[in-house]
Structure formats: structure tokens, C-alpha cells
């Protein structure tokens, strides 16, 4: 069993630069191909419809080359597990923001074309120490790419949920480094030690507060997949469909994990 944390997972910057490009790319590839019948179609987003999302897809990586070109802030304000809590207020924002872009840009294989290089460069040029002054707080380069990967994996999710037939590949880096952000989130609000959450293979967390267990097989564990674990940290899947459909799996009297479900949303 592994320790509990206790100082914030670290990530490999180059990696994570890589997984973002390389799933923006994967996600290009695929809404190229969509027919204007499918772009239509209806997502399990609520208004948006799947052309909103595609485009709202460019939105979640055009925010660095905006943020990088905006001055540097004084100090963070951020730290990376603040983040999936401090996204919920903007819900409004986002949603009008996407809608005016997606009615702006008909041709998206241009919109991700321009997204696509301004992200590149302005990568090239930007250590991950440099501060951002991003909506949610400032943080660094390095942690709101970590970011970008929630975005761009969860929303790949609802956009192959939304297309019969759709099947965006995830980048497995992205995927992993998504997961174990939300994993943490988790230890974050119910700190603790009484039960244990395995996300394999990406991630192992110990929270909610109780009686610490120190050896052999926990009293309390919660086990699920990536994805699955994805859709009910973001709201997608709720923890009673989960546990009804063999989605997870729950054991010991602390492993209910409802209340504190979802994450962000």
C-alpha cells in the first residue's frame, strides 16, 4: 500500500507538453472527418451541440498562447490541486464564449489549424516557470497544461459519447496525468487515510477521515477505471449508475464516495 501524500504529485514537463499536442491532434483529426449531419447532433452537454463542442475543444488549449501573451503576474495563486475547484463559477462564461465561437468559425479544420500553431508557438518560446494570469489564478506554465489535459481528455470522451461510431484515440499520458490530477483532487477534499482509491494504472490515493490503515489489504477500497473514474469526478456518471452497472466497485463501510462526487462539473 503506498504512503499517503504528502506533497503534490509532480509532473514531467516535457510530457505533458507532448500529450497535449498530441491529443489536440488526435481530436483535429477526428472532427475533420465529422459530417455536417453529425455536427449537428446532439451532446450529453446539454445545449451545446457537437459542432459547440469541437470548437469549444480549441478554446481549452488557445487559452495558453492568450495567457502567454498577457503580462507575466507578480506570484502564483494557484496550486494545480486548486484548480478542478475553482473552475465552477465560470460555467456562464464558457458556455457563451464557445457558442459566439462556434457560429464565428464555420470552417473548423481552420479554427483548430490557427489553434493548433499558436499553441506551438508559443510553447517554443515559454519556460514552464513562466506565470500565467490565467481566470481561475495565476500558476505556472507547467501546471495549466497538467490542466489542459483534464479538458482535452474529458471533453474527447463526451465528444466520442455524442457520435455513434466516433472513437478518438486518448493519449495515454494524457489520460494518465488527467486521472491522477482528479485523483488527488479527491485526497484533497476528504483528507484521510481510511480508504484507499485505485485508479489502475495510473493512480492510488488514500483519503477520507477515519482510521489509517497501515498493512495488508484495506478495509476500505475503491477500485474503477480511468474513464470511468473521469466521468464521475467531472459529473458525467453518477456513483449509484456507477456502482448499478459494475462501473466500480466498493468495499467497507467508508468506500461510499456519493457525497463527495463530482469533483468539478
Excluded at 497535449?20 to 477526428?30: D, K, S, W
Excluded at 447532433?41 to 451541440?49: H, Q, S, V
Excluded at 477520507?208 to 473514474?229: I, K, Q
Excluded at 467497507?252 to 462539473?265: F, H, K, N, V
Aim: hydrophobic share 45%; with cysteine; net charge neutral.
Amino acid at each position: 500500500m503506498p504512503p499517503a501524500r504528502k506533497r503534490p504529485r509532480v509532473y514531467d514537463p516535457a510530457k505533458t507538453r507532448a500529450a497535449v499536442l498530441a491529443q489536440f491532434g488526435q481530436v483535429r483529426e477526428a472532427v475533420r472527418t465529422l459530417t455536417e449531419a453529425q455536427l449537428a447532433g446532439e451532446t450529453r452537454l446539454g445545449a451545446w451541440n457537437v459542432r459547440e463542442l469541437a470548437a469549444h475543444l480549441t478554446m481549452a488549449v488557445d487559452t495558453v498562447a492568450r495567457n502567454l501573451a498577457r503580462p507575466e503576474p507578480p506570484k502564483a495563486e494557484l496550486a494545480l490541486l486548486d484548480w478542478p475547484f475553482a473552475t465552477a463559477g465560470r460555467a456562464g462564461d464558457i458556455a457563451d464564449a464557445t457558442r459566439r465561437l462556434a457560429a464565428d468559425h464555420p470552417d473548423l479544420d481552420a479554427l483548430y489549424a490557427a489553434a493548433g500553431q499558436r499553441l506551438t508557438d508559443a510553447l517554443a518560446a515559454a519556460p514552464d516557470t513562466r506565470l500565467l494570469d490565467t481566470r481561475t489564478g495565476a500558476m505556472s506554465l507547467g501546471d495549466y497544461l497538467v490542466t489542459r489535459t483534464v479538458e482535452l481528455v474529458v471533453h474527447t470522451d463526451d465528444l466520442n459519447a455524442a457520435v455513434p461510431g466516433l472513437d478518438v484515440p486518448l493519449d495515454r499520458q494524457a489520460l494518465a496525468a488527467c486521472t491522477r490530477l482528479l485523483a488527488d483532487a479527491l485526497a484533497a477534499k476528504a483528507p484521510g487515510g481510511s480508504t484507499e482509491v485505485r485508479v489502475p494504472p495510473f493512480a492510488v490515493v488514500q483519503c477520507v477521515a477515519g482510521p489509517r490503515h497501515t498493512r495488508g489489504t484495506p478495509p476500505n477500497v475503491v477500485e474503477t477505471d480511468p474513464l470511468t473514474w473521469l466521468r464521475l469526478a467531472t459529473g458525467r456518471l453518477g456513483w449509484r449508475d456507477a456502482l448499478a452497472n459494475a462501473k466500480v466497485s466498493a468495499s467497507g463501510e467508508r468506500a461510499d464516495l456519493d457525497a463527495l462526487l463530482p469533483l468539478m462539473s
